[in-house]
């Protein structure tokens, strides 16, 4: 199953020191945002950022870099990498899918190089074949994703990880949010 929630969690949760994160527009980046703050890894602290100055000093933090020139930003990191390779926790740079940044990232091939198999499009994940994935969400859960929320709401299914994304992929499928 191709499942952007359980795709992001890994890249949260991953020892690379930067990771990347491209969104189809902004108010998908600030539900992404949203999810990643759920999705941290427990106990770690979960900073939204601007710059690369704003993230540089917090390498236990999960940082989430949302920056106005995303073109500057990557030409930026390109030129400062070695300043974060000792960052224990991921930061996540946000790039718009056509936009400035993912132009730029092309010409800068070491950043490039740096974030090959560390980067996750929720979107491109997202298209599904709806009748195929709620026919496998029962055949896995023995329940409709309705009925899943339904018992996840009323306490019946127990908060695990596996859960969590379960729920949210019942979401969706078009479960009641």
Same mark, same amino acid.
């Given at each position: ?14 020892? @690379? ?30 900073? =939204? ?23 500057? @930003? ?5 030129? =400062? ?15 718009? =899918? !056509?936009?400035? !940044? ?38 896995? @859960? !023995? ?27 019942? =979401? ?6």
């Amino acid at each position: 199953m191709r499942d952007a929630s359980g795709a992001l969690w890994k890249l949260a949760h991953t020892k @690379t020191p930067i990771g990347l994160v491209i969104y189809s527009d902004y108010e998908q980046r600030n539900e992404l945002i949203t999810e990643l703050e759920l999705l941290a890894p427990s106990g770690i602290q979960v900073l =939204r950022a601007t710059t690369l100055d704003e993230a540089r000093p917090h390498p236990r933090a999960l940082v989430l870099l949302t920056p106005p020139d995303e073109g500057a @930003t990557v030409l930026e990191l390109d030129g =400062r990498r070695e300043q974060f390779v000792d960052r224990q926790v991921p930061l996540l740079l946000f790039l718009l =899918r !056509g936009g400035e !940044g993912l132009r730029v990232l092309a010409d800068a091939p070491g950043l490039a190089s740096w974030l090959n198999g560390s980067e996750v499009e929720p979107e491109r994940l997202q298209n599904i074949d709806g009748a195929a994935e709620i026919k496998t969400f029962i055949e896995r @859960t !023995g329940k409709s994703p309705e009925a899943w929320l339904a018992a996840y709401e009323a306490g019946e299914i127990s908060e695990t990880f596996e859960n969590i994304l379960l729920t949210h992929r019942a =979401r969706l499928l078009g479960g009641t949010p």
